[in-house]
């Protein structure tokens, strides 16, 4: 426990407001006080920052020199560092992120050594009316910056068990949190494939274990047009897919997949994202289109909106869109086809509620070289403390920045997480329904490394 | 639920740069057609403004969420200004609008014959022939003109230059009236009516009339004419004008193999030629067009873009009794669809914060009479129709007078009542504001997801407040404009087509 700590850095250049033992320094709150504003939750909708409010902290500094010179010279490195936010802010090249620092007065979880960090947007100084008076302290300096609202401290880092590619993992943190941390995560044993290859992939991610649910799609095979084939020489996952054969270009409707789970894995009630690991085996164009009814309460139908799969000879994973349902019980597939031709094959339906802390992360796994790589790392990083935007690599020879389309700062605060790689293409062919290398389905390891986040000072 | 916002120098391509920290007053809507409008500010040096600015190619922003398309589309608009970069962008129906379409699918008319002469073709001797295409396509050669063993009389028509399609069948039902010696042929030319020809049907002349139908399907298979022609033997023609004659009437040309013309059929040509084309812009798939099945008998298209035509086809309606209003769009993986309108809807309930409510009479009409023309051509005024509800409602006759082109009575009386459907009961206007949007079970939906053509329920309306509560409690909605700072969407509700225009194109197409 000690007293205030509160500076501002960028890892090289430190200006140090309070050092937490009451020692001297060049910068001090002028009356010794100093609130930080709290944040709250963000009304708007974008993501790539996390989900609260940037918060405009003011202070009022004298800063001290030992001559009126030395004071100057003390402002202007205080103004460098303002100066460094607003061009890391613009994205310009050089320009490291700048942090404040803060670990309040007899706190125990923060401290000098290890302080509660917050990323700063913006900044700003102004001189006080008397600052030409030349006094080796110019007092009353009004600082004003402006930072990201949830404050970071340390992170916990934990790993999954060795998970084949398709099932869901688990990773046991150290303990829950009480705000959702900004997580970076780390999945090993993944299969980027050769530039060009631009196939999305998926990772799932829950904090609940009813956030993600697998469903064999094989499960709906009925009568014609209907059949369960088996594809285990493409590493279907349950060994068979579900195939449509089209005899005409009606709609038609599976058989029905028991979604009704129990315990604490039954569906959460609300709003689902639901996504299909799907291949079009036409090779005459003919195209499909795909929509799924959910039965609600027993008796209500609901369905998403339509899907349609072109020519995409290949496993790979789509979402067929949101739906929303209580006490569900069954699902059913239903498909059109553009001609009474062809097939399209279907391996699994995975149900992510967006009724609990989700996030589902899409993006491109290419290795930007002429051939697949199997045992590659994903990298998926928020970058909340070092750069404008996330980042999301994979670096089987150097990291290759990757493709995304859904927001990648993912926040997560159970004891037990819940992951699953959604991801098709193996290293001797993209043909295949999860990914694998030699022969055998990838296993995954994800770790996960976990800020944990306040809103308040601790 | 936080969304995504990236830019991407093609679909599904090579990520550009994730905005979704930095875009400032972003702003996205929908409209009948799809994606419509996304506006934003990029904070960015002068440097990092022209870098945007000068991107090559159409760069993409997509507007994602857990992989689920919110809006996607074109990076059109770009304005350096003081601190950054404002961006401007369009949804995918902007594809419809990039180049113009010209084709014939089907004629049949028989304004666009002509008589030909011998500057469209060598043995071309139609002044020694009466030929006329009044409903019809007539020739018959004229009495006492010495005609020779080339001497040929012609009606010819040309396809759109330059379109995208040539000629497949013509059907058409005959009266070869002609003597022996004589013979009547339809030929199919490349290259205009100059062109290499091919005979595609003929009968010879037997002294006697000869009727039939037929329907060829042209073996020429780049037929862009045809003409109809009388060949002649070397003799005089002694009879009467008009008694020997060939005469073609119920005629119809297609540039497809099809029996019938529906709007899908045209509607999957635009979007190949629009993908052929621009093949980033617009999706060939063919999957989400339905078909109307109406045939349509007159579609030319001559230098019109392709959102000119879709507009133009979805006025038609379909083939059903009362004729279902159709809509285009464009919206997921720049998919174009046709369909009728509100299938593919979602259904939402809000609880109204604030509610604008407008009644005018303005579009008042709850009297009427038709205005149209008998078979002298002399106008006509059919009787008076009133609804007498909305006479006593309003305590207001407002009469207007429909006009009616037609010379059938009852059909003029079909149209003033339908005129008078329209507007005996005119639908008040309405603003309304919500916070939330909910489904039929309840579970509360991102604002964002509510898109054109859903319908929306004002569910904390007491169903007792007003004899026209019902009509106002639940709308479709033509535009929605989604604001990401605040969390706002705001909601224009449809005002319905007329049954009345919907009509008026179908008759001018001369359907019923």
């Not at chain 2, 062109?195 to 037929?223: F, I, K, Y």
Request: glycine content about 8%.
């Amino acid at each position: 426990m000690g007293l205030l700590y509160l500076a501002i850095s960028d890892g090289t250049t430190t200006c140090t407001i309070a050092d937490g033992s009451g020692g001297a320094v060049y910068y001090k709150l002028a009356y010794g006080k100093w609130a930080p504003r709290v944040a709250k939750l963000r009304q708007d909708t974008l993501g790539g920052r996390g989900p609260y409010t940037d918060e405009t902290e003011e202070m009022l500094l004298n800063i001290h020199g030992a001559t009126a010179a030395d004071a100057y010279a003390k402002l202007q490195t205080l103004m460098q560092l303002i100066d460094q936010v607003k061009r890391w802010k613009r994205g310009e090249t050089g320009a490291t992120a700048v942090l404040l620092k803060y670990s309040p007065a007899n706190a125990t979880i923060s401290s000098a050594a290890s302080p509660l960090q917050a990323t700063l947007l913006d900044g700003d100084v102004v001189l006080p009316g008397h600052f030409n008076a030349g006094d080796s302290v110019i007092t009353g300096v009004k600082l004003t910056v402006k930072r990201l609202g949830e404050w970071l401290h340390t992170t916990d880092s934990k790993a999954s068990a060795a998970t084949s590619n398709g099932d869901k993992a688990s990773v046991a943190m150290t303990g829950a949190i009480t705000w959702p941390g900004p997580t970076k995560i780390q999945v090993e044993g993944v299969v980027s494939q050769a530039q060009g290859v631009d196939t999305r992939h998926y990772l799932a991610l829950a904090d609940t274990v009813n956030g993600i649910s697998i469903f064999n799609a094989e499960d709906a095979a009925s009568s014609a047009p209907w059949s369960s084939v088996n594809e285990s020489a493409q590493y279907a996952r349950n060994t068979n897919v579900l195939r449509y054969t089209p005899a005409d270009t009606s709609e038609h409707e599976s058989g029905a997949i028991n979604i009704a789970l129990a315990g604490a894995n039954a569906l959460p009630d609300g709003l689902m994202a639901i996504y299909a690991c799907v291949r079009n085996n036409s090779s005459t164009g003919t195209t499909f289109r795909i929509r799924i009814r959910c039965s609600s309460r027993l008796y209500t139908s609901v369905y998403t909106t339509p899907k349609v799969i072109g020519a995409i000879a290949t496993p790979r994973w789509v979402c067929l869109g949101l739906i929303s349902a209580e006490q569900w019980s069954n699902a059913y597939i239903n498909i059109a086809a553009s001609a009474a031709a062809d097939s399209l094959d279907i391996d699994t339906l995975v149900f992510v509620s967006q009724a609990v802390n989700t996030a589902v992360v899409s993006f491109t796994l290419s290795n930007g070289s002429g051939a697949a790589a199997s045992g590659d790392m994903l990298e998926i990083d928020h970058k909340l403390l070092t750069a404008i935007a996330p980042k999301i690599t994979t670096n089987a020879v150097i990291a290759v920045t990757q493709a995304y389309d859904s927001d990648a700062v993912v926040a997560l605060k159970a004891a037990t997480v819940y992951a699953l790689v959604m991801a098709t293409g193996g290293a001797s062919s993209l043909n295949r329904w999860r990914q694998e290398a030699s022969a055998a389905v990838n296993t995954n390891v994800i770790t996960l490394v976990r800020h944990t986040a306040y809103l308040t000072p601790v | 639920m936080a969304l995504f916002c990236g830019l991407f120098n093609t679909p599904g391509g090579r990520l550009l740069a994730d905005w979704s920290s930095r875009i400032e007053h972003l702003e996205f809507s929908t409209n009948p057609h799809g994606f419509a409008t996304l506006q934003g500010m990029i904070p960015e040096t002068l440097a990092g403004s022209f870098a945007v600015y000068d991107l090559d190619g159409l760069p993409r922003i997509h507007i994602g969420y857990n992989g689920w398309t919110v809006w996607e589309g074109r990076l059109e608009d770009m304005t350096i200004v003081n601190g950054g970069v404002r961006i401007g962008a369009l949804g995918a129906q902007r594809a419809l609008s990039d180049v113009p379409y010209t084709a014939l699918w089907s004629t049949g008319g028989y304004s666009e014959w002509r008589p030909m002469t011998i500057d469209d073709r060598a043995n071309t001797r139609t002044e020694k022939f009466e030929a006329d295409n009044n409903n019809r396509i007539f020739i018959a050669p004229k009495k006492n003109e010495v005609m020779a063993s080339s001497t040929i009389g012609r009606m010819g028509y040309a396809a759109l230059h330059g379109g995208e399609r040539y000629l497949i069948t013509v059907a058409f039902t005959y009266d070869v009236y002609l003597d022996a010696g004589y013979t009547a042929s339809l030929v199919s030319c490349s290259g205009g009516l100059g062109g290499s020809a091919t005979s595609e049907w003929s009968v010879n002349g037997n002294g006697a009339s000869q009727t039939g139908t037929a329907t060829v399907t042209l073996t020429n298979a780049t037929a862009d004419a045809v003409l109809f022609q009388v060949a002649c033997p070397a003799a005089t023609y002694a009879g009467e004008t008009g008694d020997r004659y060939l005469k073609i009437t119920s005629l119809r040309i297609k540039t497809t193999a099809s029996a019938a013309v529906y709007a899908d059929e045209i509607v999957k040509a635009l979007a190949v030629f629009v993908n052929g084309i621009n093949s980033t812009q617009l999706d060939s798939n063919p999957m989400l067009i339905e078909s109307p099945a109406l045939d349509l008998v007159d579609e030319s298209y001559a230098d019109l873009y392709p959102e000119e035509i879709l507009n133009r086809l979805i006025a038609l309606g379909d083939n059903q009794t009362e004729p279902r209003q159709w809509e285009w769009g464009v919206w997921e993986d720049r998919r174009l669809h046709l369909r009728p309108r509100g299938s593919a809807a979602r259904a939402w309930y809000v609880d109204a914060s604030a509610v604008q409510i407008e009644r005018t009479l303005e579009m008042l009409t709850n009297s009427g009479y038709a205005v149209h023309q008998n078979g002298r051509n002399e106008t006509q005024r059919t009787a008076v129709n009133a609804d007498a509800d909305s006479v006593t409602r309003f305590g207001l006759t407002r009469r207007s007078a429909v006009n009616a082109q037609t010379t059938s009575a009852t059909q003029a009386a079909v149209m003033r009542d339908t005129a008078l459907a329209d507007g005996a009961n005119p639908r008040p206007r309405s603003a309304i504001q919500f916070l939330a949007l909910y489904d039929a079970a309840g579970a509360r939906w991102p604002l964002w997801a509510c898109r054109s053509g859903d319908t929306i329920t004002m569910r904390n309306l007491p169903v007792t407040l007003g004899a026209e509560i019902d009509r106002i409690r639940t709308f479709t909605v033509s535009e929605t404009r989604y604001t990401v700072e605040a969390d706002r969407l705001e909601v224009t509700p449809e005002s319905p087509l007329p049954r009345l225009e919907v009509m008026v194109a179908r008759m001018g197409e001369g359907y019923r």
